[in-house]
């Protein structure tokens, strides 16, 4: 390992080809055993003024081993040539030749392997009438593989001035193919934005587009050089996101580059005018990770404007595909009431403080179980197979009742049922129990960032924006009961209404097929055949003990059939619908098609550690919007594209059981439910958290806008 | 969460992650450090809160830290600055399946050959704190106030080249920005180019 800097190789006198007549020069090589170098020397025209006339390094390597380019990259220096020449000549900086990236580790330098050739131009002086011209150099270079060597050496020589030298022509003429080309058509600047150079060029030439570009500023200490450039191009015009180097020690108004790709001989020279403010040296480009993991992406917002996007939120429900079946429930209430103000009214404000009360009730409870150390969410409720199980019974059985199939004055003792019928408001505040119940899983959107907030509040206050949501879901009905333009609209009670009614079952079990998948992605394909087996045998004693149709016999014999059938159903069922009995079975996030992995923050560290970006789905199959935005954006064939081409670690946290990591992470980002999705940028200020209703444009914008 | 906290996070979580280099910039709390050195004994950063820390990256199979040791730039530079009261801790990120890499006796031994003064040589074979403090070359420098901060970064001298005859003309970055902090000033230039070979960095 001992240096062998100076290893002076004899001056050899050789004879060199010179056309047409030959003459006598001499040429340099110095050969260090890792470098062949030579001095070469191209004159066209001979040595005379006005005329071409190029000397030049090459450099020949041994295998692996390289030197580098003018910007050495993260490690190592460019060579240096120091000439000696007559008075009056002059020579021009080296023409460097378009470099390559050449990984160390985790480390990036630009340099040359194999052979390659530095070449100066010389400038005649006017007055130059010798016979000959001496040159003389003295280069440095460090040539490293994994062990850098700094070596030097000597070269000198003469060439004849009224003869042409043309015996490298090839070579000068493969540095002058190899040196980055100025392209006329090219238009490039660059911006300074959130700690990386935005660069953007138009009118590179058509054989480039599409391909993926290598950026080689020629100044060091800009840019991070490891960092492989977010770029994507739009039509001729590439753009990309080099990350800022946390080590950036320079602050160019002009930064010169040269842009190519792995197949191309010769790069494209890139003038770059710098827009933007530098960040001020010293100050880090780049946010810690950590910083950027906890950092809320939504904006802190004041108790006030909670309120009123709970408000917004809340009216927004109504449009969420989970409270269709509710809203038709609604619709019959008001043609049976149309023509009656005072009951519609009275029934609006029974519905609305259903809602409320609802709302506050749920909010409160899981304000308390988060106070007693559970780890829960918004729509913890729907987390419980036993609630959605529950649920699906309901639904199954308003929907029977609206068919027809039984009535629940046969079923309900008579002291509940006539009170029903005496007290039609307390149906209505049933309802509008029911809605919430439905209903609140669907995290519309203006309510992530107030859900989020709400829990960080102290409990009356959280309460109050509870409040405000259930307020906001329930004003559209109570406007209109109280607007008699609208209930006179609605025609006449008659036979419409029985068929309406038959109608509006279906949406009911149209919804029990949903709960359904949500409990089979709970507790597997075994726990939703157990709880349709159920459904089955609570159809069937609704009807045994509600069918109007039934004679008092048979409904007896019916009854203990049904009363068997549906204990011996229930028995078998119940077990398996308890999420610990298969909670080994896969679940949507394990075996998820597309290379989607399960989260875990363990993974996301890793992958953004490695310097690549993540994705994460927050998600749930009882959350419709979540659903939605699966097999629409996330199933996108551009998005799933661009996801690859960035190749972007894709992770799913599936919150559809209770997962307390899940639940600390959504609360980490300032959300207390799904959809979030969240995508990682190693080095960036803080995972963007994108919106709720996930477009394609969205995903791909920020995935263009990645490191 | 405040900085250092957050900076400690950032670490760790580096730390754990395998091949990427850190974001340990000037202006940021310097990540948190412990190694053994080449005594075997454990040394912290955080045993020297209160005071100004010098990392110098070190491998002596590298020609230009040879540059900076055999013209003994590098020994004066450590000692002008422990006689300060500066803890001085000389850093080998070079992985151990390196060809250049020394064992901890090896490496004192030649850091004594030397005479070296660094408060300690530390070891560092799998590149955890090399990577975390971001180090690309050997020598490269780091500063830190006594407040935990990186106040310099970057090259030892402001002449890239292996000549020792260099050494002469260049400015001493290390010397100029501890002269500053110490007088409680700003440093001027916090932020260099370090040159130099490679961190031999192990694949982890």
């Keep these: ?707 | 969460m405040n900085p250092f906290v957050a900076t400690t996070l950032a670490a760790a979580l580096c730390l754990t992650g395998g091949a990427a280099l850190a974001n340990a910039a000037v202006g940021q709390m310097a990540p948190p450090l412990s190694a053994t050195d080449t005594s075997g004994k454990t040394v912290s950063l955080a045993d020297y809160k209160g005071k100004h820390v010098v990392l110098e990256w070190v491998n002596p199979g590298c020609p230009y830290v040879r540059k900076h040791y055999d013209s003994a730039n590098m020994q004066g530079t450590q000692k002008g600055a422990v006689d300060k009261g500066v803890v001085w801790l000389a850093i080998n990120s070079t992985a151990a399946d390196a060809y250049d890499y020394r064992k901890p006796a090896e490496l004192a031994q030649w850091m004594k050959e030397k005479q070296a003064a660094p408060t300690a040589t530390l070891m560092d074979a799998d590149g955890k704190i090399g990577r975390a403090y971001g180090a690309r070359t050997t020598p490269q420098m780091v500063l830190i106030d006594p407040q935990g901060k990186i106040v310099y970064t970057g090259a030892i001298d402001s002449k890239p080249s292996a000549r020792t005859g260099d050494i002469a003309s260049a400015t001493n970055y290390v010397k100029q920005a501890l002269g500053e902090s110490l007088a409680g000033k700003p440093v001027s230039v916090a932020a260099t180019q370090p040159y130099g070979c490679s961190v031999k960095y192990s694949s982890m």
């Design chain 1, 1 to 707: 390992m001992r240096p062998s800097i100076t290893h002076f190789a004899a001056l050899l006198a050789a004879l060199c080809i010179t056309l047409p007549a030959p003459a006598a020069t001499e040429r340099a090589v110095v050969d260090t055993g890792q470098v062949r170098a030579e001095l070469l020397a191209h004159a066209p025209e001979g040595v005379a003024p006005g005329k071409p006339l190029w000397v030049g390094l090459q450099l020949a390597h041994a295998p692996h081993w390289h030197t580098y380019w003018k910007n050495p990259g993260d490690s190592g220096l460019p060579t240096l040539l120091d000439w000696k020449l007559p008075a009056g000549f002059s020579a021009s900086d080296i023409a460097w030749p378009t470099p390559s990236r050449l990984p160390v580790g985790p480390l990036m330098n630009f340099g040359y392997e194999g052979t390659v050739l530095l070449p100066v131009a010389l400038t005649v002086p006017a007055g130059f009438r010798a016979d000959t011209l001496d040159i003389q150099l003295q280069a440095d270079w460090l040539v490293c593989k994994d062990v850098c060597i700094p070596e030097s050496g000597n070269f000198s020589l003469k060439l004849p001035a009224r003869a042409v030298t043309v015996a490298h022509a090839a070579a000068f003429d493969n540095a002058r193919a190899m040196s980055p080309q100025t392209v006329a058509t090219v238009r490039a600047s660059a911006e300074v934005s959130d700690g990386a150079l935005i660069v953007r060029v138009a009118g590179l030439p058509a054989a480039w587009h599409g391909r993926e570009l290598q950026f080689f500023p020629e100044l060091a200490g800009v840019t991070d050089n490891a960092a492989k450039p977010a770029a994507r191009w739009e039509g001729a015009a590439w753009d990309a996101r080099v990350p800022l180097s946390p080590q950036r020690s320079e602050s160019p108004q002009q930064l010169a580059a040269v842009l190519s790709h792995a197949g191309a001989t010769a790069g494209v020279q890139l003038a770059l005018p710098v827009s933007g403010a530098w960040p001020a040296l010293g100050s880090p480009a780049t946010a810690a990770l950590a910083d950027a993991v906890v950092t809320p992406a939504a904006p802190p917002i004041g108790f006030a404007l909670a309120l009123l996007l709970a408000l917004v939120g809340g009216a927004l429900l109504n449009l969420m595909p989970c409270v269709f079946p509710v809203l038709s429930l609604k619709v019959m209430g008001f043609a049976s009431q149309a023509h009656d103000r005072r009951s519609l009214l009275a029934g609006g404000l029974a519905y609305t403080a259903g809602v409320v009360l609802s709302f506050v009730a749920l909010a409160g409870l899981l304000l308390a179980l988060r106070a007693g150390g559970e780890q829960l969410g918004w729509g913890f409720q729907l987390q419980s197979p036993g609630v959605i199980a529950a649920l699906a019974a309901l639904f199954t059985l308003i929907g029977l009742n609206l068919a027809g199939v039984f009535e629940f004055g046969s079923i309900l003792p008579s002291a509940l049922a006539s009170a029903r019928a005496r007290h039609p408001l307390v149906d209505s505040a049933l309802t509008g129990v029911l809605a919430v119940a439905v209903a609140s899983p669907c995290t519309a959107p203006f309510m992530g960032a107030s859900l989020g907030l709400a829990f960080t509040l102290p409990a009356a206050q959280a309460l109050a924006i509870f409040g405000a949501l259930g307020l906001g879901m329930a004003l559209p009905y109570l406007a209109a009961s109280a607007w008699p333009a609208l209930a006179r609209a609605l025609p006449r009670p008659g036979l419409w209404m029985a068929h309406f009614k038959t109608v509006m079952a279906f949406p009911m079990f149209a919804t029990v097929v949903w709960l359904v998948w949500i409990l089979g992605q709970q507790v597997g394909i075994d726990g939703a055949a157990a709880l349709l087996a159920a459904l089955v045998a609570l159809a069937f004693a609704a009807w045994a003990f509600g069918s109007p149709l039934l004679g008092r016999r048979a409904r007896a014999g019916f009854g203990t059939a049904a009363l068997v059938l549906l204990s011996a159903t229930l028995l078998w069922a119940v077990p398996s619908l308890r999420s610990e009995a298969v909670a080994s079975t896969a679940g949507p996030a394990q075996v998820a098609p597309g290379g989607w992995q399960a989260w875990s923050s363990e993974r996301v560290a890793e992958a953004v550690s490695q310097g690549r970006p993540v994705f994460v789905d927050f998600t749930a199959a009882w959350c419709v919007t979540c659903q939605l935005n699966k097999r629409t954006t996330l199933a996108d064939a551009q998005v799933l594209a661009d996801f690859e081409a960035r190749q972007v670690v894709l992770l799913r946290a599936d919150w559809t059981r209770r997962d307390a990591a899940i639940s600390a992470e959504l609360a980490r980002l300032g959300r207390n439910g799904v959809p979030v999705y969240a995508l990682y940028t190693p080095g960036a200020a803080g995972p963007r958290v994108l919106s709720e209703i996930l477009s394609p444009r969205e995903v791909r914008d920020a995935l263009a806008a990645l490191p």
